[in-house]
């Protein structure tokens, strides 16, 4: 099978075999295996923040109305919208030095948002704000979330450097009691849990780690100081001079890899996986753009964005992308009356192979090197790994200063001035840089909250999920009472591509809930046993099996790095799949209307 020759026709056999080749070459023992930085004393310095100085302050003891723990847009999100509930005392509290969260600590020269900014980037109408391009740079997104928490007043009781120890529910007072690693004693009445989805990064466990001599560090913590340039500048002058090394090829890798060619004395790119990195096509916006935009327009746009992503029919696809044309289309084949499920299957698996065709076919055009060009090509169905976009990733393999390593086996081990790679292949270089990505989404909540949440009778979260998540729509649990959790992927709410969508909802219903429970004048809300047996029965059945297509995929973090059978049906989404978001959405909105069935509430 020759599958990047444009004419080549489908053949499943052949393609099948090669992508499970391509697979079985990568499914090797302890691939996955990471150090986890969260208690790694030898690699602390791999979780400092290079960006804001540590201030020493006095421990607080006091009360709030609200404590958000994440400080990320799910919960300046969440915080806006108490904000206009009528809350007094909202607290942000985040280990980063500022809020923005993943746009806080991924400041890697050319950080981008890949999906539209029109769309992505909250609150657009709440700061009357419109993106300086179709796909916003991380300093436009932070700068825009700081605007938010300056407009309603968050900074005030704000939190920073602080990491939260533990939230305990203290019966007697009806309070949420919150320590942190600055001494702090916070009472808070209400606490939303927005900790984020990709808050964890990611070093894996290599042999010889520790001794590299040079300098390394995580994309999650660019180091400007030894770089040179900024994240609003990225010259990276103090490399003109340096051998860098990059491991992985992921959606950080591809947006930085072409400013550290530029810059770099010499480049080593460290493949395991290639990425399939469709059009960008990014460009300022256009003066026309806000032009004819009446009040609403931003829900709309998002709401348009999600339709086509399900599939929905709408008058125009107002987006318009790689992930409207494609993304959409491999989750919803075309269809005929009549066609069997073998058929339909059939039907999809063409139409994928079509779009990793044009993939494959887009590298032969841009790569000169046929060598490169043939290792740069995924062979893996499209949402095996999630889609990249790129104009300037592919080019840079035409730059004679950057290599291309090809190590699908990964690394061997680091030695003192490099890297030695499982086939024996040496090379030596003064700085590594880990973009080796972040604890999977699916990563069970209570680990990415990071610290003990204890609610009635002592029970820790951790223990009560052990098994999977147990909630009321995703976002309430059983046993913690007054406390939200933001919907996040593999937790029983849905699953949005542009998560923004599904965080501003959510904070529109955490907003929403409490303002009727303040009219109300209720004290502390739980939940009823049985309405979380109920939306546990939900989704349980609305539960797809999708491990025969997963488990053929090459592993990463889409299918548990290639354990399939490890995911628990518990962490399903309303509606199978990634979810159905509209009809989730039509849930919270009729829950509110009737009186919040299924709390048990106390005035
Ligand atoms: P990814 O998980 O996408 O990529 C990590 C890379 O590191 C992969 O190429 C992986 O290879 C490689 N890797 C991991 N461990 C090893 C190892 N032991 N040896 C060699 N290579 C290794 O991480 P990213 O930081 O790129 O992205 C994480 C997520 O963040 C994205 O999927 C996306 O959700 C989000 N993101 C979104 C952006 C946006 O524009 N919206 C931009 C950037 C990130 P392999 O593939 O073989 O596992």
Not at 50 to 57: C, D, I, N
Not at 106 to 126: A, I, K, Q
């Amino acid at each position: 099978m020759q599958p990047s020759d444009k004419s080549a026709h489908f053949d499943p056999d052949a393609v099948h075999a090669k992508y499970l080749e391509e697979r079985d070459k990568r499914l090797i023992p302890g691939r996955a295996a990471i150090r986890d930085l969260t208690g790694d004393d030898v690699f602390a310095k791999y979780r400092e923040d290079p960006f804001t100085a540590y201030v020493q302050r006095d421990a607080l003891s006091d009360e709030v109305d609200v404590a958000i723990i994440g400080a990320g847009i799910a919960g300046v999100a969440a915080a806006v919208e108490l904000r206009k509930a009528g809350l007094k005392r909202i607290r942000l509290i985040d280990q980063a030095g500022g809020v923005g969260g993943t746009w806080y600590w991924n400041r890697y020269p050319g950080v981008m948002c890949d999906v539209e900014s029109y769309s992505y980037m909250p609150m657009l109408e709440e700061l009357n704000y419109i993106p300086k391009n179709r796909y916003a740079f991380g300093d436009e997104i932070r700068g825009h979330v700081e605007g938010l928490a300056r407009k309603f007043d968050l900074y005030e009781d704000a939190l920073f450097h602080t990491g939260v120890k533990t939230t305990t529910w203290d019966e007697g007072i009806s309070r949420w009691v919150i320590r942190t690693d600055r001494g702090d004693e916070i009472r808070a009445r209400y606490v939303v849990m927005a900790v984020g989805i990709l808050n964890l990064m990611k070093l894996p466990a290599i042999p010889g780690m520790e001794l590299f001599k040079g300098k390394s560090f995580h994309t999650g913590r660019w180091d400007y100081d030894y770089t040179g340039g900024s994240q609003e500048d990225p010259q990276l002058s103090k490399l003109a001079d340096k051998v860098v090394a990059i491991m992985g090829t992921g959606a950080s890798a591809i947006q930085c890899i072409p400013a550290l060619a530029e810059s770099s004395k010499h480049l080593y790119v460290f493949q395991r996986t290639p990425s399939a990195i469709g059009v960008r096509g990014n460009h300022p916006t256009s003066e026309d753009f806000a032009k004819d935009l009446g009040p609403g327009w931003h829900r709309q746009r998002m709401y348009n964005f999600q339709q086509v992503m399900a599939a929905m029919p709408v008058d125009v696809d107002l987006v318009d992308d790689g992930w409207t044309h494609h993304f959409a289309k491999v989750h919803h084949p075309s269809m005929e009356p009549g066609m069997t499920p073998a058929e339909i299957m059939r039907r999809a698996e063409e139409e994928d192979f079509a779009i990793m065709e044009e993939h494959r076919a887009r590298i032969d055009e841009i790569v000169k090197d046929a060598q490169a060009a043939e290792i740069l090509k995924p062979y893996y169905r499209y949402l095996c790994k999630r889609p990249c976009f790129h104009d300037e990733y592919l080019p840079t393999f035409n730059r004679p200063n950057v290599t291309l390593i090809d190590c699908p086996g990964g690394v061997e081990r680091v030695t003192e001035r490099g890297l030695i790679l499982s086939d024996g292949r040496e090379f030596e270089f003064d700085c590594l840089i880990y973009a080796t990505g972040f604890e999977a989404e699916a990563t069970p909540f209570p680990r990415r909250a990071g610290h003990e949440i204890i609610g009635r009778g002592g029970v820790r979260l951790a223990d009560k999920w052990e098994s999977g998540a147990s909630t009321l729509h995703g976002m309430m649990t059983r046993g913690f009472p007054n406390l939200f959790i933001m919907p996040c992927p593999g937790q029983q709410a849905v699953v949005t591509v542009n998560h923004t969508l599904i965080t501003v909802e959510g904070a529109e219903h955490v907003g929403a809930t409490v303002k009727l429970l303040e009219e109300s004048k209720i004290k502390v809300f739980d939940v009823s046993g049985e309405a979380e047996t109920e939306w546990k029965e939900i989704i349980l059945s609305s539960y797809v099996d999708g491990s025969a297509i997963m488990g053929a995929c090459t592993p990463s973090r889409i299918n548990n790095e290639g354990n399939v059978s490890a995911v628990s049906p518990l962490s399903g989404s309303y509606g199978g799949g990634i979810g159905d978001f509209f009809g989730f959405r039509q849930i919270l909105d009729e829950w509110r209307d009737h009186g919040l069935v299924g709390l048990e509430l106390e005035q």
